[in-house]
């Protein structure tokens, strides 16, 4: 009998000795341990990236080193370090773990078919923001602030936060925004501002009559 395992040690498959050497379908069952392979590293990176982002979200940036994601991630030692080889490449894979996070509850929205189904849908993304994601969005601002003086965070920065406002110029050109650009950046302006001073100074103010001004000048 062969046992195939993978780096880690884990068996992945068993097969006879034989099947391997004489069954046609013997590339078939090397092809399915590959892909279980790759979808158990990347489950793997994956508790990475998150731990990372909660170290960032409850404990600031410097409680994220490679050591410290691996205890968080109830995973051996120098896993962490197996994906992100540095501290730099360790920051991004939190910036890109963060949008794979948000963009998803980003486009839900910014999908209205009315200016009020777009400040309702504001409201919401900023209460889900604010509390359920807490801890994301907290990191995402700590990120923000690192990046005034790292050239490589900020690039990663800016394609995300590219990507979140290209679907709010979509959503406000089919509302009617003569600017829908201009109308963008000042939406996802007063958005993060004003979820800058929730997460920051926990400023209780109710964010709704903010999101309707800006919204019906936006598409005035």
Do not use: W
């Not at 991630?73 to 910036?95: E, H, I």
């Not at 777009?118 to 807490?134: D, W």
């Not at 309707?212 to 598409?219: H, I, M």
């Amino acid at each position: 009998m062969l046992h195939l395992h993978d780096s880690a040690g884990i068996e992945a498959k068993s097969v006879p000795e034989a099947d391997i050497s004489r069954s046609p379908k013997a590339t078939t069952i090397i092809v399915r341990c590959h892909y279980a392979y790759s979808s158990d590293m990347t489950a793997i990176k994956t508790r990475v990236v998150e731990a990372a982002v909660d170290l960032v979200g409850t404990e600031g940036l410097r409680a994220l080193t490679h050591a410290r994601v691996d205890e968080r991630a109830g995973l051996p030692k120098g896993t962490t370090s197996n994906y992100f080889r540095s501290r730099q490449a360790l920051l991004s894979g939190v910036v890109d773990g963060i949008v794979d996070h948000e963009l998803p509850s980003v486009g839900v929205a910014f999908s209205p078919s009315t200016p009020d189904e777009l400040v309702g849908a504001l409201c919401a993304l900023f209460e889900h923001s604010t509390t359920v994601n807490r801890t994301v969005t907290t990191a995402r601002l700590v990120l923000f602030m690192e990046a005034s003086h790292n050239e490589a965070l900020r690039e990663a920065l800016s394609r995300g936060r590219a990507a979140m406002e290209a679907l709010g110029v979509v959503a406000l050109a089919r509302l009617g925004a003569r600017e829908p650009h201009t109308a963008g950046v000042a939406v996802a302006a007063c958005f993060e501002g004003l979820l800058l001073h929730r997460i920051a100074r926990h400023d209780p103010t109710d964010p709704r009559p903010t999101f309707e001004l800006v919204v019906r000048a936006a598409l005035a």
